[in-house]
């Protein structure tokens, strides 16, 4: 496979996300991209760049685009769009912190690094509200499948689309939530993740069952919780062949189609909406051909 290898791989101990966006000065963006090719190695850092970027370069990704503010009842859903994402993963969040001051020193000609979150895995894989997070991802071939472009040819294939969302649990209220209510919310049983066949419509897991849309919605999630202080939520983290499948999905949160908002705004929300293109990789560099 072409593809930045980091994706594929399974969820790290810890990671840090970079949002950059230009300088006001970048005329000339050659330099970035060479010291890109040269610290993102696709499996440790993972490199995403929003339309601006790939605009301000002269070029055209098919799919690529901003991500859209929504809005339903008594939530937003802002669009919090940056030029360049990176997805440092490691085990040792000092490892982290220095290799971010690499990324920041190296791109500052070009780039401001605006924000910084630090995320981590919880248990083996769970929510901080105790579910377990991806239960329907899919694995294997099916993966690639879902989460990478193929046939498009050369400098596409094997390129893929994440969606990036930070959202703000209030835990106050959901611990307030009697368990069996905590479960409706999410369509799961926190005891055993089983599904719950008699969920109401609004419990999550219905809203975004991936075989229900048409076509399919199929995406690879690598969402990680976060913590800052007493304040903490989940990153969530889409990787998909186009962006398609991440939209309607949240439209269909929002309940702008059917009029039926996902019980997770009931006590989360988010705080932020990105769309990025992550290039393929070649010959152990990102092929930005």
Not at 85 to 114: C, K, N, P, Y
Not at 133 to 142: L, M, R
Request: aromatic share 10%.
């Amino acid at each position: 496979m072409n593809n930045q290898p980091g994706i594929l791989a399974p969820v790290p101990k810890h990671a840090r996300f970079l949002m950059f966006n230009f300088q006001p000065q970048t005329v000339d963006l050659s330099q970035a991209i060479e010291v890109l090719q040269e610290l993102v190695d696709g499996e440790e850092s993972v490199a995403g760049f929003g339309p601006s970027f790939v605009q301000a370069i002269g070029k055209e990704i098919p799919g690529l685009r901003p991500f859209p503010a929504m809005a339903g009842a008594g939530f937003d859903v802002p669009s919090t769009q940056h030029a360049l994402w990176i997805w440092l993963r490691g085990e040792d969040r000092g490892e982290l912190l220095h290799r971010t001051f690499d990324f920041e020193v190296s791109l500052a000609m070009d780039f401001q690094l605006e924000e910084i979150l630090d995320c981590f895995m919880y248990d083996t894989g769970r929510d901080l509200t105790g579910y377990i997070d991806g239960t329907e991802n899919p694995v294997g071939e099916e993966a690639v499948k879902a989460a990478f472009v193929e046939g498009q040819g050369e400098g596409l294939d094997g390129s893929s689309f994440v969606a990036v969302q930070q959202w703000k649990h209030d835990f106050d209220t959901f611990d307030a939530m009697p368990e069996d209510v905590q479960d409706d919310t999410i369509g799961r049983r926190k005891s055993d993740n089983e599904e719950l066949s008699d969920a109401p419509e609004s419990a999550h897991v219905k809203r975004t069952a991936q075989e229900s849309f048409t076509p399919e919605a199929f995406m690879l999630r690598r969402s990680m919780p976060w913590a800052e202080g007493n304040e903490a939520g989940l990153n969530f983290v889409a990787f998909g062949k186009s962006l398609d499948a991440f939209e309607v999905m949240m439209k269909r949160m929002a309940g702008l189609e059917d009029g039926i908002p996902d019980a997770l705004f009931s006590f989360t929300k988010p705080l932020s909406g990105g769309y990025y293109w992550c290039p393929p990789m070649k010959n152990g560099k990102l092929n930005l051909e």
